[in-house]
């Protein structure tokens, strides 16, 4: 795989068959992949699985040197790496990512950012 065949929004996910922690970190990162597309089916991202072993391009490209290392991009741009098997961070860097994206209306977003919030009143 290349550079250029990578998605502009997905997580990279280095590892290697023989690497404990990088077994130990893929069912979190596979939970929170579907948690996530299960919430937002209109903006999937790809959790990409890279075997150090078998793929060089990337993980030089990358400058990968441990694993597991998972890399965050959005729009093309690396957002986070976390290196090691650190749950927390994995979350952290996950939510930094994608999980802060505001899905609404375009007249509505223009509001929101205009008046800071929405202008609705509540009556008693």
């Known amino acids: 795989m290349q550079v250029s065949d990578l998605p502009e ?10 690497c404990g922690p990088c077994q130990r970190v893929k069912p979190l990162l596979t939970e929170l992949e579907k948690t996530y597309n299960a919430s937002r089916p209109d903006d999937i991202i790809q959790l990409i699985k890279i075997d150090i072993d078998d793929e060089d391009d990337l993980p030089n ?10 890399t965050f991009i959005k729009n093309g741009e690396t957002i986070m790496t976390v290196i090691g ?3 927390q961070k994995i979350r952290q860097g996950f939510e ?5 994206q505001i899905y ?3 007249s509505k977003k223009a509001e929101v950012q205009k008046n800071g ?4 009143k509540s009556e008693n």
Not at 9 to 18: E, G, S
Not at 96 to 100: E, I
Not at 117 to 120: D, G, K, M, P, Q
């Open 96 to 100: 930094k990512t994608f999980a802060n």
């Open 85 to 87: 098997a650190d749950d």
């Open 61 to 70: 490209y990358f400058k990968v040197s441990s694993i597991p290392n998972i």
């Open 9 to 18: 929004t997905c997580i990279l996910y280095f590892t290697a068959k023989w």
């Open 104 to 106: 609404l209306p375009t």
């Open 117 to 120: 919030a929405s202008n609705e």
